[in-house]
């Protein structure tokens, strides 16, 4: 056993893309939709990005998750059956990517229902896992998650490895993230929604990343990205994505694995 994996494993990755499309850009500002040139910068994600990606995993023959709101799923159904066939997992990310921090209580259980309601008629599949729009839950995002089924949360920070946390009671597996391993960060530039940052260079983000799974994989830990079609699926972008996969499966003792499979081995 290396670190906490099993056998001969050094790290697991944890591939996540969050399939946002125009969800999060409506919710933040309902006017964005009269701009047609933003909504198609966002629908490339599940209308170009997501295939492109879906290949790219094909070729490499690795499993990922994608987090899909609600909103997306009812406008492309065939994508989530698409995710789907080709092995990989489909999860809940709200419905309009509501941050449950911005909503009371009742709402945000309304939000996690309908979300649910909507994988579960399209992919036949009841979704177990589950990544906050935005990072960011409320006090009561744990318990609904735990009442409602689910068995993992991919939102908090608060380790480099899957871990246990308290669920008013109950107890759930968390995969946590980072904001140094997520594309957004780099790349999202979105004038918009006030988002004016010069954008990274794909090379600047191979360095940090790269570095970041090297450190994981020195300490036999987990490497969890999360990506966005719409940002990840540029050209140049996912080139990167690519030669990083690459680098990663170039070390021994290295497995690629959806979220879900790594929440069900330790919840075991």
């Known amino acids: 056993m290396s670190g906490i994996w099993p056998g001969n494993t050094r790290c697991v990755v944890m591939l996540g893309f969050d399939v946002d499309g125009v969800s999060g850009a409506l919710y933040q500002n309902p006017d964005t939709g009269r701009l047609p040139s933003f909504m198609s910068m966002r629908e490339y994600g599940p209308s170009v990005g997501t295939p492109r990606i879906l290949g790219m995993l094909g070729r490499h023959g690795i499993e990922a998750s ?23 997992e489909v999860a809940h990310h709200g419905y309009m990517h509501e941050p449950p921090a911005t909503m009371t209580p009742e709402k945000e259980e309304e939000v996690l229902v309908r979300g649910i309601e909507i994988i579960e008629r399209i992919t036949g599949e009841r979704p177990i896992g589950y990544r906050s729009p935005s990072w960011e839950l409320s006090e009561y995002s ?13 939102s908090m920070m608060g380790n480099d490895i899957p871990y246990i946390v308290d669920a008013d009671g109950g107890d759930i597996v968390e995969i946590p993230v980072h904001w140094e391993w997520d594309d957004a960060p780099y ?21 940090v990343w790269s570095s970041g799974f090297e450190g994981a994989y020195e300490y036999g830990r987990a490497f969890v990205l999360t990506m966005h079609p719409w940002i990840i699926g540029r050209p140049g972008r996912i080139r990167m994505l690519d030669r990083l996969i690459r680098h990663m499966r170039s070390f021994p003792g290295v497995e690629f694995r959806r979220l879900d499979r790594v929440a069900s081995m330790f919840r075991e």
């Open 66 to 88: 994608f987090y899909v709101p609600g909103y997306v799923a009812e406008t492309h159904e065939q994508l989530l059956l698409d995710i789907r066939e080709a092995g990989h």
């Open 142 to 154: 744990l318990p609904f998650l735990l009442k409602h089924g689910f068995e993992y949360d991919s």
């Open 187 to 207: 790349f999202s530039y979105a004038p918009a929604l006030g988002a004016r940052s010069p954008m990274a260079s794909p090379e600047h983000v191979y360095q």
